[in-house]
């Protein structure tokens, strides 16, 4: 039993763990801490007490006020640089943040919302420039933006939205380059009957999806009520400032320390087929698309509202399922990708907020779904307890440079993504509409997109989860460098067998 499930199950019964003065104490009903339980806490004492000393120092940076200073890259952004940039930069895809949405008002209006967005939010006019290993962030006037316009009144309603949808993809695949002039791009298409389609492009250096719902919300906001509604949030350079002081003190140092134990204790996994460890690295990836149907989304959400979790945790299951049982290994890290907008303050902060929280996976062939689902709950409720803000490029103590050593390696083999795809607004619109996966297979046509040529590090296995309401659109990315095709092949037919075994159709 790990010190994570420990904890979880005193909680269960209402016993809480403290530190008062190095040493543990509890609070619980009368006579609920058995005699097993002491054996417990005096056995484990040293492992528990290291535990509740982390979980003290992550909520210090949860607690963190934001800071005040100059414009400063975060430790985030330092540590995609690392990541995405250099020469390769762009390649084979641009790593972009697109937000696109449709607009029942006018080019004229649709644009002066947007200059309102940009002027208000200093995270979006963000440029950055090296010198020598030191990165320099610098700030872009507002008025200098320039937001690009095409006119398709001329075409009939259907074709010009079409051609509308075509071209705003089409513009946020450019490469918006981390030492560019601008990191953000706009154009807004002109449409008959006074509406419009934009289109902003975010290098994801700068946004993430959680930037994408609240710019969109907010554009709607200013053109249906004249002003945003959502409250005001920390400014991205204030809470950045605040995390980095954090990441730099005692408390940074706890945290930094307890997750380098935690992934040197994890186990290395090797490919089933020729053992193959399974490390990050560059070369070869294959993505596997998909889409889940409606029918299937649905018996999703009930089975989630059986158990009262959500439908994330049944979908991070099933994946975890697959990789043991296709692995052999009944214990095994991941990566899960979470946002560290946790509270009020940080609620609307416009920037680059995701992490990666590291989880250790328990998934024993002799218990049954629900027990393993349990457990990695424990778990991953433990990680956010815990939570250092990581990227899942690198292994999790790697939150800021000078950690560890440039090319430290990563063994967390699997990164698991679910995204609830939209705004609330746009998930009802589509949740509404008319069923278009009625006729879509169950197990479903895989779609395997031709060979790209990754320069930078890649997971071993990737499974994104984006559910948009109406349907799921799923992406399962393999590093062929470690994961051979028929490795590839039996993970793909693994994973819907536990789907079947699930939510059968």
Partial sequence: MTIAQLIAGLESRGIHLS????????????????????????????????????????????????????????????MWRAFAGGAQEGRPIALNIPMMDKFGHDAPSVTAAIRQVIARYEALRVRFQAQGATLQAFLNPADSFVIEQEDLRHLGSESAVEAALKGAQEFCTRVNLIEGEW?????????????????????????????????????HDILDYGAPRAAPAASYNDYSLAERAFLAGPQGEQLIGHWRRWYLEQPTIKAPSDGAPLLWGNGIRMVRNFIVPVRVLDKVHALADEWKVTPFLIYLTIFSIAMARWSGMERFPIRILGDKRISLELSNTVGLMFCADAVEIHAPARFDFE???????????????????????????????GVEIPDYPNKIPAVFNYYSMGTARERAQKKAGPDTTAALPWPPQVVTLPPQQWPRRSSPL?????DKGNEAFVSLHFYQGVVNPADQDSFTAQLFQVFAETVPA
């Fill in 371 to 401: 027990t393993i689902m349990r457990g990695i709950l424990a778990e991953y409720d433990a990680a956010l307890a815990l939570r250092i803000p990581a990227l899942h490029f690198w292994a999790p103590q790697c939150v800021r440079p």
């Fill in 462 to 466: 990737f499974l994104h989860v984006m």
């Fill in 19 to 78: 530190l008062a003065g190095g040493e543990i104490r509890y609070r619980s009903p009368k006579d609920a801490l058995t005699v097993a339980d002491k054996d417990n806490l005096r056995g484990r004492r040293g492992e528990i007490i290291e535990y509740l000393q982390t979980r003290n120092a992550a909520r210090g940076l949860r607690a963190a006020s934001g800071g005040s200073g100059s414009l400063t890259p975060s430790v985030a952004q330092e």
């Fill in 183 to 219: 990191l953000t791009r706009a154009k807004v298409f002109a449409l008959p009957g006074g509406e419009s389609v934009a289109a902003l492009s975010c290098a994801h250096m700068i946004a993430d999806a959680g930037t994408r719902n609240i710019v969109i919300d907010e554009i």
